[in-house]
Structure formats: C-alpha cells, structure tokens
C-alpha cells in the first residue's frame, strides 16, 4: 500500500466532505426551521454556483465568492417568501411535488440566463485570463493536494463548524430551535417565526453558494455545469446518515461520505466502475437498517 497515495486520498475525501457537510448542514437548517424537505437544494448549487461565476468575469474569484454570498442569501428569501411559505400547511405531497417544481424551474431558468454550455470562472472569453483564487497548491513527501482541496479545507469546515457553534450559542440558534419545536407557541411568546424561517432559508442559500462554487470548480478546472445537478444529489444521503434534525451530524456525515468516496474511487472504482456514486446510498442504506433516525437523529415517539 502506497502510504503517500492513502494520505492524499484522505485528504483529499476530507476536502470534498467537507463541502458536502456545508451544503448538507444547510439543508438540515431549513429541514429544522420548517420541516420541509428541500428537493431543490441541487438546483440552489447551480444558481450559487452561475451567481459566482458572473461575479468573477469582474472581480477576483475570491472576491466574486464573497459578495454571491448576501445574493444567494436574498435569493434564498425570496424563495422562501414567494414560494414555501404560502404552502406551509399543506399536504405534505403537495409541498415535496412543489419543491420538485421548484427545481425544474429554476433548472430552465439557469439555462435560459447563462446557456447550456460549460462556463470557466474568471474568463468572459478565451482570451482572457481568468481570475483565479490564490494557488495554494503543494507537495510534501509525495503527498500532492490540489489548490481546490486546501481551499475547501480552509474555507468549508471552519464555516460548517461556525454553522453549528451558532445555532448551539447564539440568540438566534435559541429561536431556530423555538421554532422547530412548535411555531405555533413561538409565536405565542411574541418571536418573529416567519422572520426566523426566512433566515433559514437564506442561509441555506449561503451555504449552497459555497459547496456550488467549489464542486464546479472554482479554484481551477472546470467551470459551473449542470453536473452540479447530480452532485447534489448527495445532500440527501449525507442528510439521511447524519439525521435530518441535525446539523451537527449533518457535518460528520458529510466528512464520512467524502472519505468513503475517495477510497471507493482509489480501490473499488477500477473493479466496480460507478461504484464510487453509488457507495453514499449504499452506505445509507445499510446505517437505516440499524437506525432509521441516522446516525445523530433524535429518536422521537409519537402516540398514534
């Protein structure tokens, strides 16, 4: 076994997880806030994701990153304003058939603002030298970690970590989870439900914009693309496996599926092509079997 190879695919999962771990904790928060199952999330990646990419044919990507990050949390608003809230009460079919809706509009409206082909952050055109972020890119030992792994390291977890230690110590991680108890007694006691809701929903967005931007490229390589779409698809086993109800397990979960594809892919891939895609749902699969609330879900028992 070649021990420089198995650190740099441990490092490399773990920089992959961890953007799987911001976007899954957004998920979860709004998952939280309201008990919608967003079907859209993939479809947030790509608008997060285009949002950067414009942004970057002007300014440094980095920069481009930051200022799509309060668009993305207006957008995440606006949907949730426009779009979730009237259904709040709803058959819960109907609210999972409307989400569904949600991401095939918003899959048609990328492709009617930005196209269809493949974009590369930072260039209007070929002959302009894209902005990149800073290469940060090394090798120690034998041990070689691309630019966009150390980024994702520096950037993701930290922020996933901010994430949790927010909603566990701040004002308005008491109101979240006020609000994901009962709405209805929250608003007895005079707090802004809809208000908290909607910060949810943005920062989801928020969170959506980072992993989009970096899943499609934006260190380097390839630019935003609909393959997004597939890619996040992941959420949700990450989601399933943590334990909808926490961001926490949201985050272990996410680290856990980047370092399980990156072996599968290392060992499993020339054996079994494909199964580096398919591994997450397997693995979810297996971990329900023994506890249907995943891995950090509380166990809640309901008279019927």
Sequence with gaps: ???????????????????????????????????????????????GAYLTYTLSLFLPVLLAMLLALPAAFVFGVLVERGFVRPLLGRNVVAVIMATIGLAATLDGAALIVWGPDQKAMGAADIAQLPKELPNLAFNVGGVF????????????????????????????GILLRAVSES??????????????????????AMMATIGGAFLAGAAGGGGPGHHLILLGLVVFPVAILGGFDSVAGAVVAGLLIGLVEAFSQLYLEALLPGISQAIPFVIVL??????????????RIERV
Excluded at 2 to 27: E, P
Excluded at 37 to 47: G, K, M, R, V, Y
Aim: hydrophobic share 60%.
């Design 1 to 47: 076994m070649d021990l420089a190879l198995t650190l740099q695919t441990l490092v490399n999962g773990l920089a992959n997880g961890a953007l799987y771990a911001v976007i899954a904790a957004g998920f979860v928060l709004v998952y939280r806030a309201t008990g919608v199952t967003n079907f859209a999330i993939s479809e947030f990646l790509l608008i």
């Design 286 to 299: 297996l971990v329900l079997m023994l506890r249907p609330y995943g891995l950090f879900g509380q166990h």
């Design 183 to 204: 709405e209805t007694a929250a608003l007895a006691l005079g707090i802004n439900a809809p208000g908290v809701v909607a910060i949810a929903w943005g920062i989801s």
């Design 145 to 172: 970690l691309s630019s966009k792994a150390v980024w994702s390291l520096i950037l993701a977890l930290p922020i996933a970590i901010f994430l949790i230690a927010m909603l566990k110590y701040t004002r308005y």
